[in-house]
Antibody, heavy 118, light 108 residues
């Protein structure tokens, strides 16, 4: 069955960087786009950007341009999201999700809690 | 950027009742590229509806979606205990992809 398994919770200080991973299994890795989204405590969902695992091309939401980098490793079917210059407002659960073609998300990772605190 | 406004913010209903959730877009959503998700506490969202009215794999037929342009609706025909959750709409007709603020369906 399709699984997206994310790395564990992180605690970072303001100004630091974080890199979260998402390992896919149960389907052909390069067939589906991967997206990163986040959800601040008690808040709604925010799309951060996406990566095409086939060629590594990316598209980022304007809110995160310059601070986010998404990469992939086809040998391990893993995508990564790195967020730099962290601030307290980045405290959230970060999700990876996949899409095929039209961009709705049919499978999600379990989420990774990032806490940014001094 | 397309802004999605969901209403009501909270819906208090009893099991067996019908739930009608609204999602209004600030501009027309291309090709009816509108999805609905269900999220329970501590869990990732789950896709219910895509293309405004197509049910995702394994979703019971008590869930239905309708609408086009700027007005979309998710209907749960008869609420089951497991349906009490938060529901989000999402548009993917234009970038950036955006979500509504959510509707919480709670037990009355």
């Amino acid at each position: 069955q399709v699984q997206l398994v994310q790395s564990g919770a992180e605690v970072k200080k303001p100004g630091a960087s974080v890199k979260v991973s998402c390992e896919a299994s149960g389907y052909t890795f390069t067939t589906y786009y991967k997206h990163w989204l986040r959800q601040a405590p008690g808040q709604g969902l925010e799309w951060m950007g996406m990566i095409n695992p086939s060629d590594g091309s990316t598209s980022y939401a304007q809110n995160f341009q310059g601070r986010v980098t998404m990469t992939r490793d086809t040998s391990t079917s893993t995508v990564y999201m790195e967020l730099t210059s962290l601030r307290s407002e980045d405290t959230a659960v970060y999700y990876c999700a996949r899409s095929y073609g039209a961009v709705h998300f049919d499978s999600w990772g379990q989420g990774t809690l990032l806490t940014v605190s001094s | 950027e397309i802004v999605l406004t969901q209403s009501p913010g909270t819906l208090s209903l009893s099991p067996g009742e019908r739930a009608t959730l609204s999602c209004r877009a600030s501009q027309s959503v291309s090709y009816r590229y509108l999805a609905w998700y269900q999220q329970k506490p501590g869990q990732a969202p789950r896709l219910l509806i895509y293309g405004a009215s197509s049910r995702a794999t394994g979703i019971p037929d008590r869930f239905s979606g309708s609408g086009s342009g700027t007005d979309f609706t998710l209907t749960i025909s008869r609420l089951e205990p497991e349906d009490f959750a938060v529901y989000y709409c999402q548009q993917y007709g234009s970038s950036p992809l955006t979500f509504g603020g959510g509707t919480k369906v709670e037990i009355k």
